[in-house]
């Protein structure tokens, strides 16, 4: 890997050649790239891997600007910023990024897929395609997927059935389907920035909500909530995008180099996995209280979430009924290619 350091050397060389030969070239200012990725964390690894990958691929001739630990603020502002060109890439999570495209909150439709390897066929071989074009059209490029695994349910008491959940105040995010899916449940919504989760439920004003492992641990969680149900009800996926304007102005030769220099989608969804594993592992150990459903429990938390699927496509409009269609023809196809 070529160090960032060598990396500085070779674009002030670049500099000094063109001053002392008398060229007017000017070295473009790297593009900022922005997303939120704590230390240590597979979303750091994500974005350094990125960082390295466009440095070799062109010699050390084009960079980035990471700004990937939540520099840029809170992930509407960078959505925004990415919008206006003032970053050019971004790590976005579908939620936020149906500020411009509503059909991706068809994502988040609970119990919508069966496994992380459907849901990765799915994304992957049918929905980066056909949202391309949709992207397009909002000034945005989407290149890629970031899996960030399950959505699961915490809590300060216990979780095991859907009952449990009535009457409870549980933390939703702004998005139809995680609204849809509590008001079905019953339970009583609440909707506030996820810094305010924790002292939230210090003073009882929230109970529990629901999350990834990912953003549980980080976001340190489990300090106050001691009940963690791994219902797994919708897949947390963010999209790789950068701005379109920012994009066409560059040569076909610089977009395959940032384009090519983006992280498989499965290696890092393999990275998310094997990190959560060991989270849970030392968090049980910690006394987290990991709950897994039985059949029969989760087959409850699926009927009901399933449920909600047609109440959800006419709330989002548009052409959510459309992507909904797609993606019951890829999970056939899915289950047709593992059948035989």
Known sequence: ???????????????????????????????????????????????????????????????????????????????????????????????????????????????????????????????????????????????????????????????????????????????????????????DVIQIPLSDVIPGMQTGMVEGGEQSTQIFALAGLDATANHFTLTHHAYSTAGVVANKTWWDSLSVVDQAVYRGAVPNANWYRGLVLERNALYLKSAQEDGLNVVYPSAEEYALWQQLGQDIHDDLIREIGGDAAEVYAQIMRAKEEFASRRAN
């Open 1 to 187: 890997m070529i160090t960032k350091q060598l990396v500085y050397v070779r674009r002030v060389l670049v500099v000094v050649f063109g001053l002392f030969s008398g060229s007017e070239a000017v070295v473009a200012e790297p593009p900022k790239v922005a997303g939120f990725a704590a230390p240590g964390t597979a979303g750091e690894i994500y974005w350094q891997h990125f960082e390295d990958a466009v440095a070799a691929a062109s010699d050390g001739r084009l960079g980035v600007t990471l700004m990937v630990q939540g520099e840029a603020g809170p992930e509407e502002t960078q959505f925004a910023g990415l919008r206006r060109n003032r970053l050019q890439m971004a790590g976005i999570s579908t939620g936020t990024l149906g500020l411009a495209v509503p059909e991706l909150a068809v994502l988040r439709a609970p119990f919508l897929f069966e496994s992380i390897e459907e849901a990765s066929y799915v994304l992957d071989s049918h929905l980066l395609r056909s949202m391309e074009a949709r992207f397009a059209e909002k000034n945005l490029v989407l290149l890629s997927w970031m899996k960030d695994g399950w959505m699961d349910l915490y809590a300060t008491f216990p979780i095991r059935l859907p009952a449990d959940l009535r009457a409870r105040q549980m933390r939703v995010s702004a998005d139809d389907s995680a609204l849809l899916f509590m008001t079905a449940l019953d339970a």
